[in-house]
């Protein structure tokens, strides 16, 4: 999905949709792709409504703690691994929070909730604002399979801490 590439852009993480007023309440850090075209945080971003969208996020790897030991999720092979997004452009600002599912073997030991990351074949789609159900569903098991799981040392969860070796 080379072509997508020239269209990165960063955004403030948490969605603020157009009807937000301030910064006030609950950070909108995840959708729930069980709830995503119905609930209103986050159903216009879903549909291509009122200055909102679907995008992907690129990711290196992502933190998760399980049984209070953070663990650093990522591809071996060293490619990027792109989840199902969604923007907005509420306080005039770009926001953007990330589609999540039911966590499936082999990973659902880490969490009950897992990034919804796309195959390549289900990028142009996601994108395109196809409503198939399947893209609300749990990442297909050979993209799960893909991943490589680790701990991390604690320090990973202090923000104060911002090294390249926390990832090590």
């Given at each position: ?14 969605l ?8 006030d309440?609950p950070p909108l ?5 069980e ?5 209103p945080?986050f ?5 291509g409504?009122n200055?909102s ?7 290196n790897g992502?933190?998760?703690w399980?049984?209070?030991v ?10 990027l691994?792109?989840v199902?997004g969604l923007?907005?452009s509420?306080l005039?600002?770009?926001?953007a929070?990330?589609v ?6 082999p990973?659902?030991?880490?969490h ?9 074949e289900?990028?142009?789609?996601w994108?395109?604002g196809?409503?198939?159900?399947d ?8 993209l ?13 969860g202090?923000?104060r ?8």
């Amino acid at each position: 999905m080379q072509e997508s590439l020239a269209n990165v852009e960063p955004g403030r993480w948490g969605l603020l949709p157009h009807w937000k007023k301030d910064l006030d309440g609950p950070p909108l850090f995840n959708a729930r792709g069980e709830t995503v075209a119905s609930k209103p945080s986050f159903r216009d971003a879903y549909k291509g409504k009122n200055g909102s969208g679907r995008c992907l996020i690129p990711m290196n790897g992502y933190y998760e703690w399980h049984e209070k030991v953070p663990h650093y999720v990522s591809r071996p092979d060293g490619k990027l691994m792109w989840v199902a997004g969604l923007w907005s452009s509420g306080l005039d600002r770009l926001s953007a929070t990330m589609v999540t599912t039911e966590a499936l073997e082999p990973m659902d030991w880490l969490h009950n909730r897992l990034p919804r990351f796309l195959l390549e074949e289900e990028m142009r789609p996601w994108l395109e604002g196809d409503m198939d159900e399947d893209l609300l569903q749990p990442s297909p098991k050979e993209l799960r399979e893909l991943f490589e799981i680790r701990p991390v040392d604690k320090p990973v969860g202090n923000v104060r801490n911002d090294y390249p070796a926390l990832i090590g």
